[in-house]
């Protein structure tokens, strides 16, 4: 029995020793993550406080100016009356969720303009005076009051739902302009939140690094297979524009307002244009519904494209192009 007990004992003494051995071995593996994600965290934050990161700045409008929306039909909106410095220009929201000075909506004869957009709508990268609410409205002269509807990572049916829900009884817009971007018949599931990416900038960008090696290097011969897939009949996204469309032309007839539909190239290639077919598709659909369609490709194809762009890394139209966006669409309203 004493043979055999001594073995069995000396197994047991050993377990608690490797155990320990192991433990300590995964804590400083732990420890050693935790002060290397800190450390890369400060870091980042550090580099990036020059606010010339697109992925970062657009991170910050999304912690600092937006929150989800119980309405799913709208994803997130714009927080009232926040502001913040992003890309290094000063972006206001007003208590109707709207880039821009609180509204005065009294004004019985004053004729109000409502644009409707995503980021380019909103002037991402453009001081206030300079966006094309602002210079439409200076255009226009006192006669109009123009109101920015333009929200970030919105398509155009959630345009649309934001206008009919929250918008349209408070301004009762004479007029809507569809601002309209290449992207705005993509599918844009549940918004989401998510605490570390809502609170790590080394979260947020790790995650655009994997993405950026999953889908490769720039290709426009992809890209423009991913239009011609999204802008066909089947394509869930398309549908969904589509539907906005039409219940954007229900709210007009039974509201009595007037519908321009304005059509933004993507500027990151404006000779030998690549996206027409789009442009054509959305100009029989204006029509279609017989709103007056402006086509700013007309006036932009001249550029090259690069120059346009509000930072080098970010083709969002700079001031220039909210001047010639904000002139000729001042032609269909005079």
């Known amino acids: 029995m004493c043979a055999l007990s001594g073995p069995k004992w000396r197994k047991v003494k050993k377990m608690p020793s490797l155990l320990k051995t192991a433990f300590q071995h995964a804590l400083i593996v732990i420890i050693t993550l935790v002060l290397t994600g800190i450390m890369g965290e400060i870091l980042l934050r550090v580099k990036n406080s020059s606010q010339q990161n697109y992925v970062i700045e657009m991170w910050r409008y999304a912690r600092e100016l937006k929150s989800i929306s119980n309405d799913t039909r709208f994803g997130h909106i714009h927080r009232p009356n926040s502001e913040a410095t992003l890309q290094n220009i000063d972006i206001r929201i007003n208590s109707l969720g709207l880039r821009g000075p609180e509204p005065i909506l009294a004004a019985n004869d004053v004729k109000k303009i409502l644009i409707l957009g995503s980021s380019i709508t909103l002037g991402w990268g453009v001081e206030e005076d300079l966006t094309l609410s602002s210079r439409l409205e200076r255009e226009l002269g006192g006669n109009y009051a123009v109101f920015n509807g333009g929200v970030g990572n919105y398509n155009l049916l959630r345009s ?159 001031a220039l192009v909210h001047e010639i966006m904000a002139r000729e669409l001042a032609t269909q309203i005079e």
């Open 160 to 318: 649309v739902n934001f206008f009919r829900e929250r918008l349209n009884d408070k301004i009762k817009p004479d007029i809507v302009v569809v601002n309209y971007f290449i992207n705005d018949a993509e599918y844009l599931g549940l918004s989401v939140d998510n605490f570390i990416f809502r609170n790590s900038q080394l979260a947020v960008t790790l995650y655009h690094v994997v993405q950026g090696f999953r889908e490769g290097s720039f290709d426009m011969h992809s890209l423009i297979n991913h239009y011609k897939d999204l802008y066909t009949p089947g394509n869930r996204g398309y549908k969904d524009m589509l539907k906005a469309i039409a219940e954007l032309k229900e709210l007009s007839e039974a509201r009595g307002f007037r519908v321009i539909f304005s059509m933004i190239p993507d500027i990151h290639q404006l000779r030998d244009y690549p996206f027409d077919f789009i442009h054509d598709q959305m100009k029989n659909l204006a029509d279609e519904n017989g709103w007056a369609y402006i086509d700013f490709l007309d006036d932009l194809k001249d550029f090259e494209g690069p120059e346009l762009w509000t930072i080098p890394g970010d083709p969002h139209p700079n």
